[in-house]
Structures are given as structure tokens and as C-alpha cells.
């Protein structure tokens, strides 16, 4: 079977790892969209009070997103800052950033939505869902040889304002009726 390829026109069009407007609007639309489900409730998660607010694209975001991923290292986990490291992007079956990215997204909202269930904890899925966060910025970084066997990608994602607090609800959830 040939998988389909990351081509070398992918590592060129994020050599700088600044997005198209395109791509931007897709990953505020996916965002929103998680958030959508936690406003709701849905998948098990608990219904927030009030409606999450959207995101938007926040270009300084972009641009310290970009700035940690274009050293190609996996950073420390920091608050505000999600982070998805494909080691090996020559056993992804992907042939598009979209594709890359979304699949980073997706990790985040579900893969680690069990680690605490909401309202409080720090996680990756809570960095989306904090309440009081109005932007979001992202870089992507193609990382190694300009072949796709050892080609590498670091997904980087920023948040403002910075809340991912622990000792704190992500946001304020409807009251439990027995």
C-alpha cells in the first residue's frame, strides 16, 4: 500500500510556521466548537452556566507560539501553552496541515478530557475550555531532513488571557438537579 505523503511544498509553506488566514479561521472554529460542547454539556461533560465565550485569533499569540516551535524541541509544559509533538511524521497517514493541526486539537479536547472531568484541574483540554480566555494562537513547525522518513512537526498552541490555574474552575458549571 503507498501512504499518502507530507510533501515537501508542506515543509516550505510552514518553514516559517505563521498560518494562512484559512487555517486561522479553522482553528478558532474548531476551538469554539469544543467550547460549544462544554457550553452544552455534551460527551459527559458538565454543562457550564453561561455560554463559553468565543475565541478569537490573537496574532501575538502567533508569533510566541512560533517562537517556541520553531526551535523543534518539545517544550516544558507551561500554562497557556498546549504543545503536540509528531516524532515521526513518516507513520501518519496525513497529507495536509489541516490535517496535522486537527488532529492536535482533537488529542488535546478528548484524550485528555477524562484526566479530570471538569470544572477544575490543568490540563491540555482545559487550556481550551478556561473560561475567562478571549485568544488563541498557533504554530506549526516541520522539524528535520526535507524527507518525509525523518521529518518530524511540533504543534504549538498560545493562550490569552493566561488562567490554566489548578486551585480554580475552567469554568462555572450549572447546578446538579436530583
Not at 476551538?31 to 457550564?48: C, D, E, P, T
Not at 481550551?128 to 488563541?136: E, G, L, N, Q
Not at 490555574?165 to 458549571?173: R, S, T
Request: hydrophobic share 35%.
Amino acid at each position: 500500500m503507498i501512504r499518502p505523503s507530507v510533501t515537501i511544498a508542506l515543509a516550505v509553506v510552514v518553514s516559517t510556521g505563521l498560518l494562512d488566514k484559512s487555517l486561522k479561521n479553522s482553528i478558532v472554529r474548531n476551538h469554539n466548537y469544543i467550547r460549544l460542547s462544554v457550553s452544552h454539556g455534551y460527551n459527559g461533560m458538565r454543562a457550564s452556566r453561561k455560554p463559553l465565550p468565543e475565541l478569537t485569533w490573537g496574532r501575538r499569540l502567533e508569533i510566541a507560539a512560533d517562537e517556541v516551535a520553531s526551535r523543534c524541541e518539545i517544550p516544558s509544559e507551561i500554562q497557556g501553552q498546549n504543545t503536540y509533538y509528531f516524532p515521526d511524521l513518516g507513520t501518519i497517514e496525513l497529507t495536509s496541515i489541516y490535517g496535522l493541526i486537527n488532529l492536535a486539537t482533537q488529542y488535546w479536547a478528548f484524550n485528555s478530557r477524562n484526566e479530570d472531568r471538569f470544572p477544575s484541574g490543568n490540563s491540555n483540554v482545559t487550556q481550551i475550555v478556561w473560561a475567562k480566555t478571549r485568544k488563541v494562537g498557533r504554530s506549526l513547525k516541520i522539524c528535520g531532513a526535507q524527507n518525509k522518513r525523518n521529518m518530524s512537526a511540533l504543534v504549538v498552541c498560545k493562550y490569552w488571557p493566561v488562567c490554566n490555574e489548578i486551585i480554580k474552575n475552567v469554568y462555572k458549571p450549572t447546578e446538579l438537579i436530583w
